[in-house]
């Protein structure tokens, strides 16, 4: 069994002293994690439930951890041959992997570089994976972050085969994700449309143009981008036509 994974917490302090960062300001508080974990609900529901659709075929031992924008373990899972060896490890949820709070690590490589990283054991500088191998990946939905994705194994004969899932999971996750969101901000948003946005959005599906939709309702043309980007960020949107497709799949239009 791995010496990163055998230890206690107690004994990891007491092995790490010289370290620059210590173990106690890696965690989140039981507060700061409550409400971090409560705004990422949605995120870690889809991370679950994925997981558990491709846990099964694995046999070789596997860890996935799922952090949210800032690095703050939000959830993991792990093969049942690791289960003795986690349960000792200081690794938990809460634990906040940036390079600033436990060293370099696949995730704070992957937040640094807002692009997917692969991490050997020997380009580790945290303690915690000095024998895992670890593929992390941004969890980017357009230009916006909702968090990160972390695959990893004590096995070498298995990082290929945890670095070809770790690339195919994201697009499964974030499909959902933006499915069950948008289900999500139809029920809590789309029936607060004003009779103006409604109609701001019927021209949009219709194919006018700002200036066309301007002249249509005689307002100007600042006035229709606001009330587009209004209708945008109630339905969860970036673009017209995710606009149009969401409004056309709950009966807005």
Excluded at 26 to 42: D, P, T, V, W, Y
Excluded at 45 to 74: A, R, W
Excluded at 159 to 169: D, G, M, N, R, T
Aim: net charge neutral; with cysteine; glycine share 4%.
């Amino acid at each position: 069994m791995p010496e990163a994974i055998r230890a206690l917490p107690q004994q990891w302090r007491e092995d790490h002293l010289g370290e620059s960062f210590s173990l106690t300001g890696s965690f989140a508080s039981k507060q700061q994690f409550e409400r971090i974990r409560i705004r990422n609900s949605l995120l870690i529901t889809v991370f679950q439930n994925c997981i558990s659709n491709i846990k099964d075929h694995l046999s070789g031992p596997y860890l996935f951890l799922l952090t949210n924008t800032e690095g703050v373990l939000l959830s993991m899972d792990y093969s049942q041959n690791l289960a003795n060896a986690m349960s000792g490890s200081p690794i938990d949820l809460g634990m906040n992997f940036s390079e600033n709070s436990c060293g370099v690590n696949a995730i704070s490589e992957a937040i640094k570089h807002n692009a997917p990283v692969y991490l050997p054991p020997e380009e580790h500088g945290s303690p915690y994976f000095k024998d895992w191998h670890c593929f992390s990946t941004p969890l980017n939905i357009g230009r916006k972050n909702i968090g990160y994705l972390d695959v990893s194994t004590i096995n070498a004969d298995m990082k290929s085969e945890l670095v070809a899932i770790a690339k195919l999971i994201p697009a499964h996750m974030l499909s959902s994700y933006q499915e069950q969101h948008s289900a999500q901000l139809f029920e809590q948003y789309a029936i607060k449309l004003t009779e103006r946005q409604l109609k701001v959005l019927r021209l949009i599906s219709q194919g006018l143009t700002v200036k066309a939709i301007a002249i249509k309702l005689n307002i100007k043309e600042c006035t229709v981008n606001h009330h587009k980007k209004i209708i945008f960020d109630k339905l969860g949107v970036q673009s017209s036509t995710e606009a149009v497709s969401i409004a056309s799949r709950y009966s807005i239009l």
